[in-house]
């Protein structure tokens, strides 16, 4: 069992920056692989990036590429997302995952955090 929290999200404006934090509970967490996605209004869900169980692979997507960087600290338990150059599209609430597949699918992962809202004003 693992449980999430995210944090640090917040209102910034276009071209600034953020760093989410997800906290995780559980002795197992360096043995998932992690996600992080997000959910504009009236939009689905969409992933963002994932990393996998030591860190040394991460994968993006196309929209997020080169501007956020996902890390994890598995002696913290802890994954990050530092978001620079932020634009009114990355507008949403932000959601870290855990599961034990490298997927884009936000079906295969197994739990997730309550999520942490993140707001670019133009």
């Known amino acids: 069992q693992v449980q999430l929290v995210e944090s640090g999200g917040g209102l910034v404006q276009a071209g600034g920056s953020l760093r989410l934090s997800c906290e995780a509970s559980?002795?197992?967490?360096?043995?998932?692989?992690m996600g992080w996605f997000r959910q504009a209004p009236g939009k689905e869900r969409e992933f963002v990036a994932l990393i996998n169980w030591n860190g040394d692979w991460t994968h993006y997507a196309d929209s997020v590429k080169g501007r956020f960087t996902i890390s994890r600290d598995n002696a913290k338990n802890a994954m990050y997302l530092q978001m620079n150059s932020l634009k009114p599209d990355d507008t949403a609430v932000y959601f870290c995952?855990?599961?034990?597949?490298?997927?884009?699918?936000?079906?295969?992962?197994?739990?997730w955090g309550q999520g942490t809202q993140v707001t670019v004003s133009s």
């Open positions: 559980g002795r197992t967490f360096s043995s998932y692989f």
């Open positions: 995952a855990a599961g034990e597949f490298p997927t884009y699918s936000d079906k295969q992962y197994k739990y």
